[in-house]
């Protein structure tokens, strides 16, 4: 289980923003209000993790994270953005980086992802812009999403003075490939996996094992989803509901035994 991610003390399970305030195709503010309350409330509870993106409604997504996070004690939380992969380059890196802590109303982010990698652009351009960046104190960690093991080894590769921190990838009872080669690799590099789309839109509650497994241990099949996932991972599934939000909270506090996790591990 997660509770230590890049130097900070965190909740071992996050809160994505995902369709917050919009989508790939630009802001939506009819939400907004519902989603402030959600991730406050979440922050209410402990949750002190929060994942976004400058492409999540064309930064709008960010400016709700910086909402929720007024009144709250900055060191506490642990906020993690993700840089496009059209901004790779250094210039526009160091752009995205600087409007994506302006629109968080923050000093610093907590953890600078590259979104995904992007072979037109040379990685140790990235990589040098990202360091440059935790120079400046914009960042205080580097890391990647969606790298498979190739592209991770070349990141690795490409640092000169700090080390890559995580690697946030789609991860969940219906995709465990990762478990493979991939989530021990990083592992083996001090890489710590952050679990994106971790109850894979919703279907993980309709799995015959996974209801089974609510039914033994008096859960809901979500935590049963969520804590299988905190024994390699971080994840951080998106909610705007309250009520959603509670059942997420419930798969904190408690393990599967070491048997039942490897029946759902065996889950083909």
Not at 78 to 105: M, P
Not at 157 to 162: D, G, L, N, Q, V
Not at 187 to 195: D, G, Q, S, Y
Not at 226 to 253: D, F, Q
Request: glycine residues 8%.
């Amino acid at each position: 289980m997660i509770t230590e991610l890049g130097g900070k003390r965190v909740f071992p399970i996050g809160i994505g923003t995902w369709r917050m305030g919009g989508d790939v195709l630009g802001a939506r503010t009819a939400k907004d209000n519902d989603d402030i309350k959600a991730l406050k409330f979440a922050i209410k509870h402990k949750v002190n993790v929060i994942d976004t993106a400058e492409i999540y409604g064309n930064g709008h997504a960010e400016e709700l994270v910086a909402e929720a996070l007024k009144g709250q004690e900055r060191e506490l939380m642990f906020i993690i953005s993700k840089v496009w992969t059209t901004n790779l380059k250094r210039d526009r890196l160091i752009r995205a980086a600087e409007e994506s802590v302006r629109r968080l109303g923050a000093k610093y982010m907590d953890l600078y992802l590259i979104h995904w990698p992007n072979p037109l652009i040379n990685i140790k351009e990235t990589i040098g812009a990202m360091e440059e960046l935790v120079d400046r104190g914009l960042i205080r960690n580097i890391g990647l999403s969606n790298f498979g093991v190739d592209d991770v080894k070349k990141a690795i590769e490409a640092t000169k003075k700090y080390e890559i921190a995580a690697n946030q990838i789609s991860y969940s009872l219906m995709k465990k490939d990762a478990e493979e080669y991939l989530i021990p690799y990083c592992a083996r590099n001090k890489i710590k996996i952050i679990a994106y789309t971790p109850l894979a839109k919703g279907n993980v509650v309709k799995m015959k094992e996974v209801i089974e497994m609510a039914e033994k241990y008096k859960k809901e099949p979500v935590q049963i989803a969520l804590n299988y996932l905190m024994k390699k991972s971080l994840p951080i599934p998106k909610a705007s509901s309250i009520e959603h939000l509670k059942e997420i909270l419930g798969s904190v506090g408690w393990g599967l035994s070491d048997e039942d996790y490897k029946k759902l591990s065996e889950i083909s």
